[in-house]
């Protein structure tokens, strides 16, 4: 698979978590503005799904240019993000269910950017060797 067309699917499933961290984040918004429960928990995992979105889908546009250090990070991105969210989605009772359903969703669309980043043609292509 070509640079270009590897990317191009990598930018949709970045950017399907950006949708789903926005989808949190005005949920969330509109909570607070409605009078419910809103704790700072919640408004710092949707903040964050949110920064991270707008910060994987920035790398993945510099890495498809051929930028070593940004493919680099998508990579590991790619990879962490989906832990992490699982890991702290696992804490009992830290938030509602609705949130940590949007924020697995968010996990599991990185999952196939993680496999296509690190498929062993893209590794090469990026490699410091060039």
């Excluded at 789903?20 to 005005?26: I, M």
């Excluded at 700072?40 to 070593?68: I, P």
Aim: glycine letters at 8%; one cysteine or more; a positive charge.
């Amino acid at each position: 698979m070509e640079i270009r067309q590897a990317f191009s699917k990598v930018k949709k499933f970045v950017a399907a978590y950006g949708a789903l961290s926005v989808v949190g984040l005005v949920v969330v918004v509109v909570l607070s503005v409605e009078g419910g429960e809103v704790t700072s928990f919640m408004w710092g995992r949707t903040g964050g799904m949110f920064a991270s979105a707008v910060v994987a889908y920035w790398l993945t546009v510099v890495a498809a240019k051929g930028t070593r250090w940004a493919y680099v990070r998508v990579r590991i991105i790619c990879v962490v993000v989906p832990i992490a969210i699982v890991a702290i989605d696992s804490i009992p009772g830290a938030l509602p269910p609705w949130m940590i359903v949007i924020q697995i969703a968010g996990a599991f669309a990185l999952v196939p950017a993680a496999i296509i980043v690190n498929r062993s043609d893209l590794r090469v292509s990026f490699s410091a060797k060039q």
